[in-house]
C-alpha cells in the first residue's frame, strides 16, 4: 500500500504544472470540438418548427376602402373673362323687319366687364350696332347687363343658366325706331343666344389629372417590387362658390392600394360622368390605402438589412453571418427563418455553423415603423442557443433579426409621396394643378395566411387653378 502510493506521489509530483495545464487545455479543446461538431450537425435536423399554412395559391388582396381626394378648382375673374372673350363673337349680323322689308343689322361688342351679384355673375358689355335703312343707316348704341348662374354639366362643361338680360340705349334715334320696329330685342335676341351658348370645358384639364391619379406608381423595396394605383369610382362636384372668381371642389372617389408583388387590374379607365352633389368635404384630404405584401416579398425586403445576401451579427465571431431569410405567417404570428453559417472560433477551436434558426412573434406599428417588438426564438431554437451560449450569444442574434425584421414604411412610402406630388403636379397655358402630400401615418396592420396588410393614411391637398398663378 505505501508503495504503491509512493509511486502515485512520486508520479503527480513528477509531472510539471505547465504540463498539467497543457493537458487540461488539450482535453477542454477536445472535448468542445466534439460538442460542437455533434451540435452543428444537428441543428438543421428538427422538426420541431412552427408550421406554415397551406401553400394555397393566393394574390396580396388590398381590399380598399373608398376615399375622395379633394381638388379644389378655382377659375379667376380673370379667367372667367378671358372665356368670355374668346367664346363670344367680337361681331355678328342678322335680319329684322323693318318698313314692310327686311333689313340688315350688324354689330361689334366691346371689352366684357364682370363682377359678382349676390351669387351670380353680372357681364356688363356695349355693343355698336348698325341697322340698314331705305336711305343711309342707323347707329345703335346699346348697352347689354346680363345676370346669370354658371354651373357645371355632367360632362365638365362649365356653362351660364338662369340668363336674364336686359338692353338699353343712350340714342335717342334708335329709342324712336324701336318703338314701331322693335329692333332692340331683335339684337337682345342675338347676344342672348351667343351667351346661352357660351362654354369652358373642363374636360382637358380633368381628364389629365385623371389619367395621372390612375398611372400606377412602382414601389421598389430592396429586391421587392410592388405599386401604388388609385382606381377611380367616381367624380362628384360640390357647390358653386363665387368669390371673385369661380371656385368649386371636385372629389375623385378613388380605391387606393398598394401590392407586393404589383397587381393591377387589366381593365382600362375613363373619366366617369360628373355627378353634382350638396356638399363635398374641403381642406386637406385624407386617404386611407391598405398595403397588402406577400411574405416572400416581404422577406426580399429584409435582405436590405443583409450585405450580400449575409447579415454578420457577431463582433467575437465575425465570420458568422445569418442568411437566407424566410418569413411566413403561423396561429396569428409572423414566423422569422433563418439561416445560420460561417465558422464559429471559441478556444482556438473553429467550427463551421450550417443550419436553421426560427424566431416568432407578432407585427406592431410603432412610430410609423413596421416592427416584431416581441419577437423571440422557438423552444427549439432557444434549447440549440442555450446549448451553445458559451460559443454564439442568442441575444444578439435575436436583436439582429428583430432589426431587419424593421421596416420605416414611411421612409419607403416617401417615393409614393414624392410621386404623387409630382405625377399631379402639371400645367400649360390653360391652367396648372398642384398637388401636395403632407403626411404619411402608419396606423394598423394585420396577419392573414398568405400576405401581411398595413394600413397607411395620407393626407394630402389638390388644387387647380385657371389661368395659372405666377
Known amino acids: 500500500m505505501d508503495g504503491h502510493g509512493g509511486h502515485f506521489f512520486r508520479l503527480r509530483s513528477s509531472i510539471d504544472t505547465t504540463e498539467l495545464d497543457e493537458f487540461a487545455c488539450d482535453l477542454m479543446r477536445t472535448a468542445t470540438l466534439g460538442f460542437l461538431v455533434l451540435v452543428s450537425a444537428c441543428v438543421g435536423d428538427s422538426a420541431l418548427y412552427p408550421p406554415r399554412p397551406l401553400d394555397a395559391p393566393m394574390s396580396a388582396i388590398a381590399d380598399p376602402s373608398p376615399s375622395r381626394v379633394v381638388l379644389h378648382a378655382t377659375i379667376t375673374a380673370a379667367g372667367m373673362k378671358k372665356a368670355l372673350e374668346d367664346n363670344v363673337p367680337l361681331v355678328g349680323e342678322g335680319v329684322l323687319p323693318l318698313l314692310r322689308r327686311e333689313r340688315k343689322f350688324t354689330w361689334r361688342r366691346g371689352p366684357v366687364a364682370l363682377k359678382f351679384d349676390r351669387g351670380r355673375l353680372a357681364i356688363e ?24 348662374e354658371p ?12 340668363i336674364e338680360v336686359r338692353v338699353t340705349s343712350e340714342g335717342k334715334l334708335i329709342r324712336a325706331v324701336d318703338k314701331f320696329a322693335d329692333v332692340l330685342p331683335k339684337i337682345q335676341g342675338e347676344i342672348d343666344k351667343k351667351i346661352a351658348d357660351f362654354v369652358y370645358d373642363l374636360r382637358p384639364i380633368l381628364n389629365e389629372t385623371f389619367q395621372r391619379i390612375v398611372r400606377p406608381i412602382d414601389l421598389p423595396i430592396g429586391d421587392a417590387t410592388g405599386c401604388a394605383y388609385l382606381r377611380v369610382l367616381s367624380v362628384e362636384a360640390g357647390p358653386t362658390v363665387l368669390a371673385d372668381g369661380f371656385e368649386k371642389d371636385l372629389a375623385f372617389v378613388v380605391a387606393p392600394s398598394v401590392t407586393f408583388p404589383c397587381a393591377l387590374e387589366d381593365k382600362a379607365q375613363s373619366l366617369p360622368p360628373l355627378a353634382n352633389v350638396s356638399s363635398i368635404p374641403s381642406g386637406p384630404f385624407v386617404v386611407s390605402i391598405p398595403i397588402a405584401a406577400r411574405y416572400d416579398e416581404l422577406a426580399k425586403a429584409m435582405t436590405l438589412a443583409f450585405s450580400d445576401g449575409k447579415l454578420f451579427f457577431s463582433k467575437e465571431h465575425p465570420d458568422l453571418y445569418l442568411t437566407n431569410p424566410e418569413v411566413y405567417a403561423s396561429r396569428e404570428q409572423l414566423v422569422l427563418k433563418l439561416r445560420i453559417a460561417g465558422p464559429a472560433r471559441k478556444f482556438g477551436v473553429s467550427v463551421d455553423m450550417n443550419g436553421d434558426l426560427f424566431m416568432t412573434g407578432h407585427p406592431a406599428v410603432v412610430d410609423n415603423e413596421l416592427r416584431v417588438p416581441d419577437l423571440e426564438p422557438t423552444i427549439e431554437t432557444s434549447n440549440f442557443l442555450l446549448k451553445v451560449k458559451a460559443t454564439i450569444d442568442g441575444a444578439e442574434i435575436r436583436e439582429q433579426a428583430r432589426a431587419a425584421l424593421r421596416l420605416d414604411l414611411s421612409a419607403r412610402l416617401k417615393v409614393a409621396r414624392d410621386k404623387l406630388s409630382t405625377n399631379l403636379t402639371f400645367g400649360d397655358g390653360q391652367g396648372c394643378v398642384r398637388a401636395d402630400t403632407d403626411k404619411i401615418e402608419v396606423n394598423g396592420v394585420h396577419v392573414h395566411s398568405q400576405y401581411l396588410r398595413v394600413y397607411v393614411s395620407v393626407t394630402g391637398r389638390t388644387n387647380a387653378y385657371v389661368p395659372c398663378p405666377r
Do not use: C, R
Open 151 to 162: 354651373v357645371l354639366t355632367s360632362e365638365y362643361k362649365a356653362k351660364l343658366q338662369s
Open 125 to 148: 358689355l356695349h355693343v355698336d350696332a348698325n341697322v340698314d335703312m331705305p336711305v343711309g343707316s342707323i347707329d345703335a348704341p346699346l348697352d347689354f347687363h346680363i345676370a346669370a
